[in-house]
Antibody
Framework: EVQLVESGGGLVQPGGSLKLSCAAS????????MSWVRQAPGKGLEWVVN????????YYVDSVKGRFIISRDNAKNSLYLQMNSLRAEDTAVYYC????????????????????WGKGTTVTVSS | SYELTQPPSVSVSPGQTANITCSGY??????TCWYHQKPGQSPLLVIY???KRPSGIPERFSGSKSGNTATLTISGTQAMDEADYYC?????????FGGGTKLTVL
């Protein structure tokens, strides 16, 4: 079964740090881009960051640049998110998502989508 | 930053057709995905590449795009379709989600 399981969430004070983990199983982890997406209480989805299959490319939403660091360990089938200088507005459920792809041979183009999601881990930033 | 605009809410009667729109000035140059999310659950992909359905998604879910507006259509809407729906597009290698639409099946 294809599965993603997040862990590491919790309560942290403003300015503190937290490291989230995402354990992947049931697919070849090293063959997929991966994402973190968050959802603040009662709000919509917000994409946070992407990482390429080999970790060589990373893209962040502006609001977390310089504070969050994504990484992966393909040998351990694991994705990580190191969150530093946390703010109240970082309070959210954080989802790990696989970025699937479909190749259209006619157009010679890859289409990407988030096709597998974990159940999420909750991060609360509060004093 | 790039934004996708969705109506906050859409209501539909059981068995009728629901249309949820997503607008963005770059949508004409890229493609759209759609996700639904029921309370307390993770998002689920229902449409990718504007109109393709992943395996396991019922045929009543379809997608289309005209210019800079994408539309998710649910035909013969059922009570189980009541959920929040999000469109998503790629802007270079970053992703952007619409604000979400709450679909109510009355």
């Amino acid at each position: 079964e294809v599965q993603l399981v997040e862990s590491g969430g919790g309560l942290v004070q403003p300015g503190g740090s937290l490291k989230l983990s995402c354990a992947a199983s049931g697919f070849t982890f090293s063959s997929y881009w991966m994402s973190w997406v968050r959802q603040a209480p009662g709000k919509g989805l917000e994409w946070v960051v992407n990482i390429k299959e080999d970790g060589s490319e990373k893209y962040y939403v502006d609001s977390v640049k310089g504070r969050f660091i994504i990484s992966r360990d393909n040998a351990k089938n694991s994705l990580y998110l190191q969150m530093n200088s946390l703010r109240a507005e970082d309070t959210a459920v954080y989802y790990c998502a696989r970025v699937g792809r479909y190749y259209d041979s006619g157009a010679a183009y890859y289409y990407y989508f988030m096709d597998v999601w974990g159940k999420g881990t909750t991060v609360t930033v509060s004093s | 930053s790039y934004e996708l605009t969705q109506p906050p809410s859409v209501s539909v009667s059981p068995g009728q057709t629901a249309n949820i729109t997503c607008s963005g000035y770059k949508l004409g140059d890229t493609y759209t995905c759609w996700y639904h999310q029921k309370p307390g659950q993770s998002p689920l992909l229902v449409i990718y590449e504007d109109s393709k359905r992943p395996s396991g998604i019922p045929e009543r879910f379809s997608g289309s795009k005209s210019g800079n507006t994408a539309t998710l259509t649910i035909s013969g809407t059922q009570a189980m379709d009541e959920a929040d729906y999000y469109c998503q597009a790629w802007d270079s290698s970053t992703a952007v989600f619409g604000g979400g639409t709450k679909l109510t099946v009355l």
